[in-house]
């Protein structure tokens, strides 16, 4: 306990990857040390790792010199002050900071750790001159010249066993999951996309045991208005799912101390003052430095700025989209009349082969153009940059796992190839992926393991060491694949693949639902499948992610909102299929009723997304609750000093 009355367990929680027997280690530990921190030196095969820990103190005050704000008693963010700790809320779990505020202010303290003397120190490692001039960071200076290879989060091991026991290998209780623990531990980011898989998969239970019986019940005659029914019915799921996560994710966000108003973008939420914190402190101070310098700016620079943000934006969509038109959607369009004409089902094998890997290399190549593009936007912080460019790079997605699909449904109206596809879609190609997604990792982490064991013993001449030496848990966290993107990981991290697996699954189930109603039992299991081995891969396989600031789903949300029009339009084209199977296209009764159908489906979308309040009453009811208590106290400050310098004024007067 300190001196603040704060009792709080600490764990290693950063490690840094030093080679051996460089002498500028020592220097670094001492400076880590003087810095407060817990220090814990670990040498491995190949190299040697310094694991850091930061009493609750240490933290405190780095979080007051990085002046974070933090919810109070009172339902206020307020700037943190160590001497004033006791006025500031906890995390559910009873911990003074989140994983992301910890993050911040060990990064803070280790990259803040400069020469406070007057000259140069000289440091020496392995034949190697480096230079700490006056003023200059330990750790970057390290960095630079590869002394200090990486920095990295490492995983608590009692919270890691922890929530492998309650999470990932707690099969039994199907959607339940730890969801406070998982923000205690990962972040709201990676908490808020578990929160919505797993309300996801408790609201496709009533699609999913609705359109089992439209599938294996034969309803005759009356089989085009049950399916009618259906899509009307998941139309209305949909809308109401969507708008009911926007109020669990209000109250997940109060729940973790996200002061965030309703309606705002889901891009743009950022805690104030979090963003720069990812910046070193030399970075900030030259920020800070010129924002005093400047000269404010006027009105007219702010719309200028707004203006340009805004072209640049609209520019970067409009290539993106004429590129897709112009060069995807050909070469798209080719292969399914490829793939229609063909007979041998070897030739179809071969050419889907070549197909997957060449849709690959052009996905690759669109994310990076993706990435600069975005560069040149705009965008206020990292948030809305991945924002942005998780709208571009999800129109290649779109475009290369539906326009086959569409294909066989409009131009061949062959509904039986398009459930066959929807099949593979559904099952094989979402189990291919689960088994790639959870054993690439493993794989590469065995490799990395093989070679570094490898390179050890050519070092020793392949003779056996006396005394055996295991891998230590540090090192084997260090050798394990980051959760990074499959591409794009400049501005995402694996949660881009996550949600986009989410999303096509959503956009494919939802978009043909009328011909294959028994998907959506398909993605019930899926999802409760994926909601374990998500969970493991994380737990067992990757290193601890970096923590994001943001706790809400971001883009993906505007995603599923197009998914649903689309799936509105899609789903109203096959019922004219199903219903006009001679293709006459002729204007009778029962077209008519399904254009009037599309119309009031869209009416039924707007008027769902009105009704239901983005927001519950009683949060309402909270930040005017809390507004009022801090007017009052505001108040009655304002009445003292106003009656204090009455006072003062009258004692002045009198002497």
């Known amino acids: 306990m300190n001196g603040n009355g704060v009792e709080e367990e600490t764990a290693f929680e950063i490690g840094v990857v030093v080679p051996k027997s460089s002498d500028c280690i020592e220097v670094l530990v001492e400076e880590f040390r003087k810095a407060g921190l817990i220090v814990d030196r670990v040498v491995g095969l190949q190299n040697e790792f310094i694991r850091l820990e930061a009493p609750i103190e240490t933290l405190g005050k780095a979080a007051a010199e990085l002046q974070l704000k933090k919810r109070t008693h009172i339902g206020v963010d307020l700037q943190f002050h160590w001497d004033e700790v006791e006025a500031f809320e906890r995390q559910p779990d009873g911990s003074l900071f989140s994983w992301f505020e910890r993050y911040c202010c060990y990064r803070h303290i280790i990259y803040g750790i400069v020469n406070t003397s007057t000259s140069t120190v000289v440091l020496k490692s392995d034949g190697i001159e480096v230079h700490w001039e006056p003023g200059k960071p330990l750790l970057r200076i390290l960095e630079s010249v590869g002394i200090v290879k990486e920095v990295f989060p490492v995983h608590d091991e009692k919270k890691r066993k922890q929530l492998l026991r309650s999470w990932a290998l707690n099969w039994w209780d199907f959607t339940v999951q730890p969801i406070d623990d998982i923000c205690n531990y990962y972040g ?65 966000l109060v729940r973790w101390q996200m002061n965030y108003p309703a309606g705002v973008d889901n891009g743009s939420r950022l805690l104030e003052g979090e963003w720069y914190q990812f910046q070193s402190p030399v970075e900030l101070m030259k920020k800070q430095g010129a924002d005093k310098t400047d000269k404010p700016r006027g009105k007219e620079a702010f719309q200028r700025e707004e203006w340009l943000g805004h072209f640049m934006r609209f520019r970067n969509d409009a290539m993106i989209i004429l590129s897709i038109i112009c060069l995807q959607l050909p070469f798209e369009l080719a292969f399914a009349h490829v793939y229609e004409v063909l007979r041998s089902d070897i030739s179809k094998f071969c050419l889907t082969a070549v197909y997957l890997f060449t849709i690959q290399y052009f ?9 600069k593009l975005v560069k040149y936007e705009n965008n206020k912080n990292i948030e809305r940059r991945a924002d942005s460019w998780v709208y571009k790079v999800f129109g290649l997605y779109f475009m290369q796992s539906y326009i086959g699909i569409f294909y066989h449904a409009l131009l061949h109206r062959n509904i039986m190839t398009l459930r066959q596809v929807l099949i593979q879609r559904l099952i094989i190609s979402e189990v291919l992926e689960n088994m790639l997604e959870n054993s690439l990792p493993y794989l590469k982490y065995s490799f990395k393991k093989y070679r ?204």
């Open 188 to 252: 709201t980011k990676i908490a808020s996309y578990f929160a919505f898989l797993g309300m996801y998969t408790k609201w496709i239970l009533f699609p999913a045991a609705f359109g089992l019986a439209v599938q294996l019940v034969d309803f005759g005659s009356l089989q085009l208005f049950v399916l009618s029914a259906f899509f009307i019915s998941i139309v209305s799921w949909a809308v109401l799912f969507l708008q009911f996560w926007k109020r669990k994710n209000s109250a997940l």
């Open 452 to 655: 570094a064991v490898g390179n050890k013993r050519k070092r020793e001449n392949g003779r056996p060491s006396e005394k055996t030496q295991y891998m230590s848990r540090v090192e084997k966290e260090y050798l394990k694949p980051d959760y990074s993107a499959s591409i794009g990981e400049e501005l995402e991290d694996g949660l881009f693949d996550d949600f986009l697996e989410l999303a096509l699954q959503f956009g494919m189930i939802m978009m043909f639902a009328c011909v294959f109603p028994l998907g959506f039992a398909f993605a019930t299991l899926n999802n409760i499948t994926e909601i374990r081995t998500d969970a493991l891969k994380l737990l067992a396989m990757l290193r601890r992610p970096i923590p994001r600031p943001d706790a809400t789903i971001g883009a993906w949300l505007n995603i599923f909102q197009f998914l649903i029009v689309m799936s509105i339009c899609t789903n109203c084209i096959l019922l004219v299929c199903l219903y006009d199977r001679d293709g006459q296209w002729k204007i009778s009764p029962g077209l008519a009723a399904i254009l009037i159908m599309e119309h009031v489906l869209l009416l039924i979308k707007f008027v769902f997304s009105r009704i239901v309040p983005e927001e519950p009453a009683w949060i309402r009811a909270n930040r005017m609750k809390n507004a009022t208590h801090v007017h009052d106290m505001c108040s009655r400050q304002l009445l003292r000093s106003i009656s204090g310098e009455k006072i003062n004024a009258e004692l002045k007067k009198d002497e």
């Open 363 to 371: 996905n690759k190549i669109g994310g990076k153009i993706s990435v």
